[in-house]
């Protein structure tokens, strides 16, 4: 099974500099691995995508697997300013999703706060020789030299990774996209931002359709907005989209071409008895993701994750508790902000596994066949190659044992909020600020 507690997880890779002080532009903004999990892409808050390979395992070290270099990397979205507002546009990279490879070249989408770009990824390793006009060095020739025709022919040359975009699918969004998900058929995918969610067509840049419109005639009675989209893994008319209620919904596209009215609404009762001046903001849902096999979806609010079957709406099918020793620091958390960072979640290949992140670079895994739990830590102190990550527990008063660590001393600007699980291995990824670590089950 790949779940949490089965085996041993132990350090691959970490990638980004080791500087105290982080510069806001380097802060990973997401993650993501291909459908085939060779490739695996972040972007950043300063616009950049970039693109790690897969090295195929070396003969003389086969218990190591490969590892991840960098592939390719670019500037996807440059800061830009809204004039009519007057509002600045980040270039932050909010997220990525590849499209499934067709040929020989990748594409993907990377989407910031307005803007959607496909972007295409190829390689040259060849380029042609002999031309008729020009020199070796490129010089164009004396055209009365020219006494005989030369048939240029391809040479080979050092590979060349090129990153050239293809679409720009711009001026859609009023507000700011929080997801984007490609559709099974392949063609389309939505893009969703705090009150409507657009569905596109991969070669139409000019149009989208409005499927979801939940703007009020007037603001002041605006009680919920979107915070998630996701369209169904394998039915191209079933997408589910996230509130910051805590409730999700369910929309058939079939049913209407304006999916106001959803086919489920899937939402858990609250306990009066822990209602408190944080409920509201707690129960807000960060991310919400559809299982490889399609019968169930995951939900992250801030201090759960819970899995959904969708064919029972009134209450979730499990709930695993991230850090419920967080619910007595809520004020504070609230002080300074952090109540309102939206830890994403993924599924392991075979969704009998869960990963999300937490505060102090701690990361929980769940796994849904024994019910165990583990929280593991990425840090630059146990990344040494192949060292086997120990399991963290935190202490939540009284005495401390001697591996605990305190819920106190904490470190709330350190959060794992971006995550990403290979979709046939046990390999993850983590972001941590500016560093991205990569972790793989140990194989002796």
């Known amino acids: 099974v790949a779940g949490g507690n089965d085996f041993q997880w132990c350090f691959s890779q970490v990638k980004g500099a080791i500087d105290e002080d982080v510069a806001e532009a380097d802060i990973i903004s997401t993650?993501?691995?291909?459908?085939?999990?060779?490739?695996?892409?972040?972007?950043?808050?300063?616009?950049?995508?970039?693109?790690?390979?897969?090295?195929?395992?070396?003969?003389?070290?086969?218990?190591?697997?490969?590892?991840?270099?960098?592939y390719s990397t670019f500037q996807s979205h440059e800061p830009e300013f809204d004039y009519l507002k007057s509002l600045e546009i980040e270039e932050k990279i909010?997220?990525?999703?590849?499209?499934?490879?067709?040929?020989?070249?990748?594409?993907?989408?990377?989407?910031?706060?307005?803007?959607?770009?496909?972007?295409?990824?190829?390689?040259?390793?060849?380029?042609?020789?002999?031309?008729?006009?020009?020199?070796e060095d490129g010089r164009l020739r004396d055209p009365f030299r020219i006494t005989s025709l030369r048939v240029p022919v391809l040479m080979p040359m050092d590979l060349m990774v090129?990153?050239?975009?293809?679409?720009?699918?711009?001026?859609?969004?009023t507000y700011h996209i929080n997801s984007i998900s490609v559709n099974s058929d392949h063609e389309t995918y939505l893009s969703a931002d705090d009150l409507r969610i657009n569905l596109w067509h991969l070669e139409i840049t000019d149009r989208s359709f409005n499927i979801v419109d939940i703007k009020p005639a007037n603001m002041e009675e605006l009680t919920e907005v979107i915070t998630a989209a996701e369209c169904h893994p394998h039915q191209c008319n079933v997408f589910v989209y996230s509130s910051s209620k805590g409730t999700i919904r369910l929309c058939d596209m079939r049913a209407a071409a304006l999916c106001d009215r959803h086919s489920k609404f899937f939402e858990e009762p609250e306990d009066p008895s822990s209602r408190s001046f944080f409920s509201e903001i707690i129960s807000s849902i960060s991310d919400v993701k559809f299982s490889h096999s399609g019968r169930y979806m995951m939900t992250r609010d801030y201090?759960?994750?819970?899995?959904?079957?969708?064919?029972m709406e009134n209450i979730p099918v499990e709930t695993y508790q991230v850090h419920e020793y967080?619910?007595?620091k809520l004020c504070s958390l609230y002080e300074n902000d952090c109540i309102f960072d939206k830890f994403e979640c993924c599924w392991?290949?075979?969704?009998?596994?869960?990963?999300?992140?937490?505060?102090?670079?701690?990361?929980?895994?769940?796994?849904?066949?024994?019910?165990?739990?583990?929280?593991?830590?990425?840090?630059?102190?146990?990344?040494?190659?192949?060292?086997?990550?120990?399991?963290?527990?935190?202490?939540?008063?009284?005495?401390?044992?001697?591996?605990?660590?305190?819920?106190?001393?904490?470190?709330?600007?350190?959060?794992?909020?971006?995550?990403?699980?290979?979709?046939?291995?046990?390999?993850i990824a983590v972001a941590a600020t500016n560093n991205l670590y990569i972790f793989q089950d140990k194989i002796n």
């Open 326 to 328: 967080l619910r007595s």
């Open 162 to 173: 090129e990153a050239s975009p293809r679409r720009i699918f711009a001026n859609a969004h």
């Open 303 to 311: 201090l759960s994750v819970k899995v959904w079957d969708l064919n």
């Open 348 to 427: 392991n290949g075979s969704d009998s596994a869960i990963m999300t992140g937490s505060y102090n670079n701690f990361f929980r895994m769940f796994d849904r066949n024994t019910r165990r739990d583990i929280t593991l830590e990425a840090s630059r102190e146990s990344s040494k190659p192949r060292a086997t990550l120990k399991p963290r527990k935190v202490s939540t008063g009284g005495k401390r044992k001697k591996d605990e660590i305190s819920v106190d001393s904490l470190d709330f600007n350190k959060k794992i909020l971006h995550t990403a699980w290979h979709p046939k291995d046990n390999v």
């Open 94 to 135: 909010n997220k990525i999703r590849w499209l499934p490879q067709q040929n020989a070249a990748h594409f993907l989408l990377s989407t910031n706060d307005k803007t959607i770009k496909l972007w295409k990824i190829s390689e040259r390793d060849k380029r042609a020789d002999g031309y008729n006009l020009k020199d």
């Open 31 to 70: 993650v993501e691995f291909n459908y085939s999990g060779d490739l695996l892409a972040t972007g950043d808050k300063g616009g950049r995508v970039v693109i790690f390979q897969h090295e195929q395992e070396s003969k003389n070290r086969p218990h190591l697997r490969g590892e991840y270099n960098v």
